[in-house]
Structure formats: structure tokens, C-alpha cells
Nanobody, 128 residues
Framework: QVQLVESGGGLVQAGGSLRLSCAAS????????MGWFRQAPGKEREFVAA??????????YYSDSVKGRFTISRDNAKNTVYLQMKSLKPEDTAVYYC???????????????????WGQGTQVTVSS
């Protein structure tokens, strides 16, 4: 399994931005599909974004609630995946988790069960 460590969370005002980072161990990071999920208090964990690869190139996936505001990217040389969050809203407040999968495609990239390795999470709080 790959080890994942998130960072970059914090407190931000509504409309602000944050960039989350997830550093991964492993020599074949570039082959992993990576995802971000979040869990708000009293709610189930939900999909936020994912990035995978295929022979046709890099694919990205977003939940409807963050599409157009969040961007997932990766730097394979640094074994790191990022989640750039802009125009943050109070409803974005949650613990954000990084996750890794050997592979994902299509609807599988939206599902928790696809991802076998998880980080400890980082808190994001958006004040109104």
C-alpha cells in the first residue's frame, strides 16, 4: 500500500482559496489514480475529485458541487497530488482525505471502494 500524508488545510473566509497537498510514498506513484474525498460533521464521506491516467492521457473527475471551483493536479516528480480550491463556501467545510487506487476509470473513480489507501485527513474550515 502507498502511504499518504495530506497538508494545507486551515481556516479561510468564504470566497477565499486554499491548496491541499498529498504526498505519497511509493516508486510507482505515476501509475496510481488519486482522489480527494471529504467528510463534513454528521455527514457521510463524499467524493470531491480524482485524477487518473489512461493510454489517451490524464483524466480528471469532479463532483458537481466543486466543478469549476476546484482543480486536481499531480506532480509525479514530487509524488504529490494537489487540490486547488477557489471560491470556497461554508458548505465546503470538512475533513479532506487523499486516497490512492491502483487504477480507476469512469464511474469507478467516483467511488470510495475503488481507493485502497487513505491519508489521515486535513481540516478545511470556511467561515461565512
Amino acid at each position: 500500500q502507498v502511504q499518504l500524508v495530506e497538508s494545507g488545510g486551515g481556516l479561510v473566509q468564504a470566497g477565499g482559496s486554499l491548496r491541499l497537498s498529498c504526498a505519497a510514498s511509493g516508486r510507482i506513484f505515476s501509475s496510481y489514480a488519486m482522489g480527494w474525498f471529504r467528510q463534513a460533521p454528521g455527514k457521510e464521506r463524499e467524493f470531491v475529485a480524482a485524477i487518473s491516467w489512461s493510454w489517451s492521457g490524464t483524466n480528471t473527475y469532479y463532483s458537481d458541487s466543486v466543478k469549476g471551483r476546484f482543480t486536481i493536479s499531480r506532480d509525479n516528480a514530487k509524488n504529490t497530488v494537489y487540490l486547488q480550491m477557489k471560491s470556497l463556501k461554508p458548505e465546503d467545510t470538512a475533513v479532506y482525505y487523499c486516497a490512492a487506487a491502483n487504477y480507476c476509470s469512469g464511474v469507478g473513480c467516483y467511488k470510495e471502494k475503488t481507493f485502497g489507501s487513505w491519508g489521515q485527513g486535513t481540516q478545511v474550515t470556511v467561515s461565512s
